[in-house]
């Protein structure tokens, strides 16, 4: 009997989870570089990155280096990138 309600909860989630996929896929928005206003580097860059990631290696003094460059103004924002489908 619990088998039976769980195997229905299981696929409850994976029916709720492909809706929210779908819903997502149709009316999401496109997420910028950085979204999250994240501190390392890997967000300093466009997404998807080119080939060499930065034209000059940023400075890093902290374990937050891209807060860093924000508060001093030396971080340029960069516009998503769009690729083909």
Not at 33 to 55: H, I, K, V
Request: hydrophobic fraction near 45%; avoid cysteine.
């Amino acid at each position: 009997m619990i088998i039976t309600i769980s195997s229905f909860l299981i696929a409850f989630s994976i029916l709720l989870f492909l809706i929210n996929v779908i819903h997502s896929w149709n009316h999401g928005e496109i997420a910028g570089n950085d979204p999250w206003q994240a501190n390392t580097l890997e967000w300093a860059t466009t997404s998807p990155p080119p080939p060499y990631n930065f034209e000059r290696v940023p400075p890093v003094r902290s374990f937050m280096p891209v807060r860093d460059l924000r508060e001093s103004g030396e971080l340029v924002e960069h516009e998503p990138v769009l690729t083909p489908a």
